[in-house]
C-alpha cells in the first residue's frame, strides 16, 4: 500500500505526536508498505522536498505556541509532487495547517482519509487566550474539532477510551470511532540494550550518586503537565530519603518557573532538570531511573510510562484514563489520586525491595504487548476498512496498491 502521512509535527519535533508517527512510519516500512510525508518545515519558511525518504517539507510561519509553524492550506508547489506519489490512502495526524490540506487531497484525489486524534485542544486554549474568553474558546475548539472528525474523514482513530468518550458523550459523535493506542519501538529502552558505561557516564553528569533513588519525569516542560505537583512532593519525600531525586528530562516554556519552585520549596539540589533531550537517545536517560512518575491530566496517550516500562521501570502515574490501560495498578505500577497516595507510592516502592522487583518484570512484559508492530497492525486494519473492505486472507497485505481501489470501491475485494 502507498501511504501518506500528513502532520504538523514530525521530527526533529520532539514530542509524543512526533514520536508515534515516526514509530509507525517506520513499522509500516517494515512490514512492505510505501510510506510518504507531508509535514512542516522547522527550520525555514522553504520547501524542502526529499525525495530518497518520501519527505516533503512545507514552509510555515511560527505560531508563537512552542516550536509550531502554521503553513497555508494549500500550497501549490507540494500537490504535483503528492499526485506522483499516486497514494492509496491519506492519515491526517492534525486538524488544521497541514491536516486542512490532507482533506483537500484526498477530495480533489479521490482518496479515503483516516484521521487519528491526539491532542484535547480544551486544554491547550490557555496558551492563546491567556486566560480570557476561555469558555467561549472552548466551545469554538469543540465545534472546529467535531467539523474536521466528523465532516471531512472516512474514519477516526484515537488512542484512548478517554478520547472516544469525549467524542461519543460530549461531542455525540454518531460515526465510526477505532480506539488503536500508539505503539512504540520498544527496543532501544531495553536494559541489555544499553551500555552500562553510558549510564554511569550520564549519572556522574547529573550528579547521581550510586545509592541516589531516581524518580524519572519525561515530558514538555510546561504548566500543563504538572511537574509543580512532583516537585512540591519532594519536600515530604525527602524527608524520609535524602538520597531521592527528581529527574524531569524535557525542554518548555516553564523552564525557569519550575526551577524557580524548586528552589522556593528548598529541594532545588534534589531535583535537576537536564533540557532538551534529542527523541533517538532518549532510551540511554530512561537507564538513570529507578521509577517514572507523570502527574499529567492532559494526555490523550501517555506513551511515555511505556517507555519506561519497556526499560522496566514501575510507573506511578495519575489516576487517569488516558494512563488506565497502560498503568495496571498494583502490578506494573501504582495509581494515585492526591499528593499523599503519590508520595506513599514513592516510599513503598522505594522501602519494598519485593514489591519493586515484581513491578519491574511485569512492567517489561506489558511493554512488550505495545509494540509498533502491533500498532501498525492495528492502524492497517482501518485503513482497510476506510478503502472498503479487508484483502483476501491469501494475500498478502503489501500487494495492495492503488490498482485495487475501483475493485474496492465496488464491494469485490475482500469478499
Same mark, same amino acid.
Not at 474514519?155 to 470511532?177: A, G, M, Q, S
Given at each position: 500500500?502507498?501511504?501518506?502521512?500528513?502532520?504538523?509535527?514530525?521530527?526533529?519535533?520532539?514530542?509524543?505526536?512526533?514520536?508515534?508517527?515516526?514509530?509507525?512510519?517506520?513499522?509500516?516500512?517494515?512490514?512492505?508498505?510505501?510510506?510518504?510525508?507531508?509535514?512542516?518545515?522547522?527550520?525555514?519558511?522553504?520547501?524542502?522536498?526529499?525525495?530518497?525518504?518520501?519527505?516533503?517539507?512545507?514552509?510555515?510561519?511560527?505560531?508563537? $505556541?512552542?516550536?509550531?509553524?502554521?503553513?497555508? $492550506?494549500?500550497?501549490?508547489?507540494?500537490?504535483?509532487?503528492?499526485?506522483?506519489?499516486?497514494?492509496?490512502?491519506?492519515?491526517?495526524?492534525?486538524?488544521?495547517?497541514?491536516?486542512?490540506? !490532507?482533506?483537500?487531497?484526498?477530495?480533489?484525489?479521490?482518496?479515503?482519509?483516516?484521521?487519528?486524534? /491526539?491532542?484535547?485542544?480544551?486544554?491547550?486554549?490557555?496558551?492563546?487566550?491567556?486566560?480570557?474568553?476561555?469558555?467561549?474558546?472552548?466551545k469554538?475548539?469543540?465545534?472546529?474539532?467535531?467539523?474536521?472528525?466528523?465532516?471531512?474523514?472516512?474514519?477516526?482513530?484515537?488512542?484512548?477510551?478517554?478520547?472516544?468518550d469525549?467524542?461519543?458523550?460530549?461531542?455525540?459523535?454518531?460515526?465510526?470511532?477505532?480506539?488503536?493506542?500508539?505503539?512504540?519501538?520498544?527496543?532501544?529502552?531495553?536494559?541489555?540494550?544499553?551500555? !552500562?558505561?553510558?549510564?554511569?557516564?550520564?549519572?556522574r553528569?547529573?550528579?547521581?550518586?550510586?545509592?541516589?533513588?531516581?524518580?524519572l519525569?519525561?515530558?514538555?516542560?510546561?504548566?500543563?503537565?504538572?511537574?509543580?505537583?512532583?516537585?512540591?512532593?519532594?519536600?515530604?519525600?525527602?524527608?524520609?530519603?535524602?538520597?531521592?531525586?527528581?529527574?524531569?528530562?524535557?525542554?518548555?516554556?516553564?523552564?525557569?518557573?519550575?526551577?524557580?519552585?524548586?528552589?522556593?520549596?528548598?529541594?532545588?539540589?534534589?531535583?535537576?532538570?537536564t533540557?532538551?533531550?534529542?527523541?533517538?537517545?532518549?532510551?540511554?536517560?530512561?537507564?538513570?531511573g529507578?521509577?517514572?512518575?507523570?502527574?499529567? /491530566?492532559?494526555?490523550?496517550?501517555?506513551?511515555?510510562?511505556?517507555?519506561?516500562?519497556a526499560?522496566s521501570?514501575?510507573?506511578? !502515574?495519575l489516576?487517569?484514563?488516558?494512563?488506565?490501560?497502560?498503568?495496571?495498578?498494583?502490578?506494573?505500577?501504582?495509581?494515585?489520586?492526591?499528593?499523599?497516595?503519590?508520595?506513599d507510592?514513592?516510599?513503598?516502592?522505594?522501602?519494598? /525491595?519485593?514489591?519493586?522487583?515484581?513491578?519491574?518484570?511485569?512492567?517489561? $512484559?506489558?511493554?512488550?504487548?505495545?509494540?509498533?508492530?502491533?500498532?501498525?497492525?492495528?492502524?492497517?486494519?482501518?485503513?482497510?476498512?476506510a478503502?472498503?473492505?479487508?484483502?483476501?486472507e491469501?494475500?498478502?497485505?503489501?500487494?495492495?496498491?492503488?490498482?485495487?481501489?475501483?475493485?474496492?470501491?465496488?464491494g469485490?475485494?475482500?469478499?
Amino acid at each position: 500500500m502507498r501511504i501518506g502521512i500528513f502532520s504538523d509535527t514530525y521530527p526533529p519535533y520532539i514530542n509524543g505526536v512526533s514520536t508515534s508517527i515516526e514509530v509507525l512510519r517506520n513499522a509500516l516500512i517494515k512490514m512492505g508498505h510505501e510510506v510518504f510525508v507531508v509535514t512542516v518545515n522547522p527550520e525555514s519558511l522553504h520547501y524542502d522536498f526529499d525525495s530518497e525518504n518520501g519527505i516533503i517539507r512545507l514552509p510555515g510561519i511560527p505560531v508563537g $505556541i512552542y516550536d509550531y509553524r502554521l503553513t497555508s $492550506i494549500y500550497p501549490i508547489k507540494a500537490i504535483n509532487k503528492i499526485k506522483e506519489w499516486d497514494l492509496d490512502i491519506i492519515h491526517s495526524h492534525t486538524e488544521f495547517g497541514v491536516g486542512t490540506f !490532507a482533506r483537500i487531497m484526498a477530495k480533489q484525489l479521490d482518496i479515503p482519509i483516516v484521521h487519528t486524534y /491526539h491532542t484535547m485542544y480544551e486544554d491547550y486554549v490557555h496558551y492563546i487566550t491567556k486566560g480570557h474568553f476561555d469558555a467561549a474558546s472552548k466551545k469554538t475548539v469543540e465545534y472546529l474539532t467535531k467539523f474536521y472528525c466528523d465532516k471531512t474523514v472516512s474514519e477516526l482513530i484515537v488512542p484512548t477510551k478517554k478520547t472516544y468518550d469525549l467524542f461519543k458523550e460530549k461531542y455525540e459523535y454518531d460515526r465510526n470511532i477505532h480506539i488503536v493506542p500508539t505503539g512504540i519501538e520498544v527496543e532501544p529502552f531495553y536494559i541489555e540494550n544499553n551500555d !552500562a558505561k553510558e549510564t554511569a557516564r550520564l549519572r556522574r553528569k547529573y550528579g547521581l550518586n550510586k545509592d541516589d533513588f531516581v524518580i524519572l519525569s519525561v515530558g514538555r516542560v510546561a504548566s500543563e503537565k504538572s511537574f509543580d505537583f512532583l516537585i512540591k512532593s519532594q519536600v515530604n519525600i525527602i524527608k524520609k530519603n535524602k538520597k531521592c531525586k527528581l529527574l524531569i528530562i524535557g525542554d518548555g516554556p516553564d523552564m525557569d518557573t519550575f526551577k524557580a519552585l524548586a528552589q522556593k520549596c528548598g529541594v532545588d539540589k534534589n531535583v535537576i532538570f537536564t533540557g532538551k533531550v534529542p527523541h533517538e537517545i532518549i532510551g540511554k536517560y530512561y537507564q538513570l531511573g529507578d521509577v517514572f512518575a507523570t502527574a499529567s /491530566h492532559t494526555e490523550t496517550q501517555g506513551l511515555t510510562p511505556l517507555e519506561a516500562m519497556a526499560a522496566s521501570i514501575p510507573v506511578v !502515574a495519575l489516576d487517569d484514563e488516558a494512563f488506565r490501560d497502560v498503568v495496571l495498578d498494583g502490578l506494573n505500577g501504582i495509581s494515585f489520586h492526591t499528593p499523599k497516595e503519590y508520595e506513599d507510592a514513592i516510599i513503598k516502592l522505594m522501602t519494598d /525491595h519485593k514489591l519493586y522487583d515484581k513491578m519491574s518484570r511485569q512492567a517489561r $512484559i506489558n511493554a512488550e504487548a505495545h509494540s509498533s508492530k502491533y500498532y501498525a497492525e492495528k492502524v492497517l486494519d482501518v485503513y482497510y476498512k476506510a478503502l472498503g473492505g479487508m484483502p483476501d486472507e491469501g494475500r498478502p497485505k503489501k500487494t495492495f496498491s492503488s490498482r485495487m481501489k475501483n475493485v474496492i470501491k465496488k464491494g469485490l475485494y475482500g469478499k
